[in-house]
């Protein structure tokens, strides 16, 4: 670009240096030229743009892969080691709490005293009955005393029939309320008994509702304990997945021991799903659990549900959409032409597709087929290596 060039020169014939100005003009009007044939020049000196390729000569060749038979998947749910029993213990009557015995955290053994009321009234209460029953033992025996009498009376005709009947009706009367009396006092000695709170199985203690010298009513919940004789892990179930969940194999592992895994089993299933996240709660009772699955813990649940006729896997990455309906591209190896078949995906799973609508052995292509046309010529190659993709693989 050291001198004008030709092909300009002769295109624009007028155009010479005159008297140090361009275009035979004056100096203003010679910068102004100047602009203007520098634009000129770099115009002419840029490269020319690169022909386009023609690659319909050599045909595109696409991976291609065999939908496979499902046995089988794993879905996962993340739930809460919970006790089987894990009821309030209360007292059967009301009363000032004297003292509780027991704090969380707090081992208990079945029949060991936790918490008892203020026994006074109940005492009270139980010298009343007694004192009741002790009339009525009287009275029966007055009564029961007055009719052997008057039987006797009434056999040698000095009394009259009427007069008998009274007496037996009397008699019989004072016997209820003896048997009535007796009752009460059996109650009594009851109630006196439940102010005395016991653990009712062995477990832990997990709340503590009720603090020494509140006067709760009869029912209210004290301590609650955890059983020890199972231990369940909680977890809430989507809708989709509660369709043959009694049939899956369960297992459970605890995220401080991931490496451990436990024989679980459904043991309850709520038949109402949650008004607010529309899931099912289920429990899985774990199999001999040991010390590492404590009250609380994080665990997993794994379900091994078995497939259904008709699902088969393809990869992920052969899945393609036409608006909202699911195909994918089948061709056999050293096939020229692909055929758009429709699927249903059934599931999404980490690195492949479950979908209905193909037979198990059905070649499709699994890489690049939003870059496929039906009518595109291309090479199908079955891939043989099931490693990482690497960018550019697909030609």
Known sequence: MSSFPASLASAFPALRLSSGSWFGLGRPAGRVGAVLLTAVLVAACQPQAAEEVDTSASPRVVWVEPATKVDGYDVTFSG???????????????????????DVGDRVSAGQRIASLDEEDLRAGLRAREAEERAAQAQARRTAEDRTRIAALQSKGHVSQSALDQAVAAD????????AASEQRILAENQLAYAT???????VVTAVTAEPGEVVAAGHGIVRIAGDSEREVEVAIPEAQVAGLEQAGASVTLWA??????????????PVADAAARTFTARFAIDDPTADARLGMTATVHLQQAAPEGEVAVPLTAVWYSGEAA??????PGAEQVTAVPVTVRRIEAERAVVTGLATGEHVVSLGVHRIDPGLTLKAVLRQSRGPVQVGALR
């Open 172 to 179: 019989d009367a004072a016997a209820a309320a003896l048997k």
């Open 327 to 332: 195909n994918v591209w089948r061709a056999e």
């Open 80 to 102: 809460t080691v919970r006790a089987r029993s894990d009821a309030p213990s209360a007292f059967r009557v009301g009363g000032k709490i004297s003292e509780r015995l027991v």
């Open 257 to 270: 021991s991931p490496d451990r895994r436990y024989h679980a089993r459904l043991r309850e299933l709520s």
């Open 197 to 203: 709170l016991r653990a009712d199985r062995d477990g």
